[in-house]
Structures are given as C-alpha cells and as structure tokens.
C-alpha cells in the first residue's frame, strides 16, 4: 500500500497569499488532489498531478513526479480556505494523505 | 446534472449489519467505476472499496475486506454496500463517488451517509 504524507499539517495564511502544499508518496504514484469544507462532501481539484478538474480555476495548480507532488494556490480566495487532500491509485487501491488544513490568518 | 444520493445509514449495533445504497442519475452509470470512501467524524478521507462499470471486479481496503461487500445494479442505476459485521471503528460518513478514469479520479460525490456503530 502506498502512503501518502502530506505538510505542513496546517497552514495559516491570508487572502492574497500564494499556498504550497506538499504531498510525499512512499512509492511513485498516481496523484490527485481534492478540496473539503465543513459539512461538505470533497471536491475534485487536480487529477494526473497536474490537470485541473472541470469549472476548477486557474489559481489552483498542481504539479511533481514521482514521489513528491505540489498543490499551488495563487492569490488565495476567502473560498480557498478549507481541508485539502492528495490521493493515489496504485496496485488496484486507493488511499489519501492525512490533510492539509488551510487556514485564514 | 449528476447527482449521487445515499441511503440506509443509522444506527446499528455493534457486529450487526446495515446495506448502504447510492442512486445515481444524470449520467451512463453503466460506463462508470464507483467507489464508497468514509470519513470518521473529525477524521481524514478513507476510501474502502471500488467495483468496476460492469460489476465484474472489486477492491477493498485492507480495514473492510471480508466484512464489506460491494456491489451494482446498473439497470437501476444503483450501487451498494453491504456492511457485516459492523465496529464502533466503522462509525463515520460514507459517501459514494464516481471515478471520472478508472483510476480513482473521483469527479462526483453524494452527499453522505452517516453510519453510527454503537450499544
């Protein structure tokens, strides 16, 4: 099983402000990413590292190979603040990193 | 538009059973991967189980194999799960989500469904 370790756990920072999460994979992977708000079912955000889901904007980005993989957020939205995820596909199973929470300073 | 619902949650003893459904509609569930993914109250994202689009081939994590089952029906347009054996450890929200690739791009999620094993 691959997992998946993500950082910091939490990020404080105000709108504006670029984020950089990071996600670490214990073996090469397959990376998504998904953004959660409170009492709200996930969003799909980025798919294959780096392809940006329908109606997703342009100041989310990801990106990395391998085993380290990197979401960006430029100029973040009062919106953007929320719990993100990365996920991976490998050997027919599926797990995601612990989470990131992005909070507003 | 697509939309997934959940149904069949509650309240269920500890090692009872329970059998979650998922109407999906809006889109040719047929053509799809699906998969449940839970989230314990307070708690990450734990995906436990997938079934391809015709049925024919499912994957568990380790924490539900054997006690979980998950299954199709796509003339109704339904997916299930089949819950056995339940623990306080499987209290949480399960959603159903579809995979937009077959590779766990999950473009679609319910709702959830909240799922409390307890005395």
């Known amino acids: 099983e691959i997992v998946l370790t993500q950082s910091p756990g939490t990020l404080s920072l105000s709108p504006g402000e670029r984020a950089t999460l990071s996600c670490r994979a214990s073996?090469?992977?397959?990376v998504g990413w998904y953004q959660q708000k409170p009492g709200q079912a996930p969003r799909l955000l980025i798919y294959?590292?780096?392809n940006r889901a329908t109606g997703i904007p342009d100041r989310f980005s990801g990106s990395g190979s391998g085993t380290d993989f990197t979401l960006t957020i430029t100029r973040l939205e009062p919106e953007d603040f929320a719990v993100y995820y990365c996920q991976q596909y490998g050997d027919s199973l599926i797990t995601f990193g612990q989470g990131t929470r992005l909070e507003m300073k | 538009q697509v939309q997934l619902v959940e149904s069949g949650g509650g309240l269920v003893k500890p090692g009872g059973s329970v059998r979650l459904s998922c109407a999906a509609s809006g889109f040719p569930f047929s053509d799809f991967y699906m998969s449940w993914v839970r989230q314990a109250p307070g708690k990450g994202l734990e995906w436990i189980s997938y079934?391809?689009?015709?049925?024919?081939?499912?994957y568990y994590a380790d924490s539900v194999r054997g006690r979980f089952t998950i299954s199709r029906d796509n003339a109704q347009n339904s997916l299930f799960l089949q819950m056995d054996n339940l623990r306080a450890d499987d209290t949480a929200i399960y959603y159903c989500?579809?995979?937009?690739?077959?590779?766990?791009?999950?473009?679609?999620w319910g709702q959830g469904i909240l799922v409390t094993v307890s005395s």
């Open positions: 073996s090469s992977a397959y």
């Open positions: 989500a579809r995979d937009q690739s077959v590779v766990g791009d999950f473009d679609y």
């Open positions: 079934i391809s689009s015709r049925g024919t081939t499912e």
């Open positions: 294959g590292v780096s």
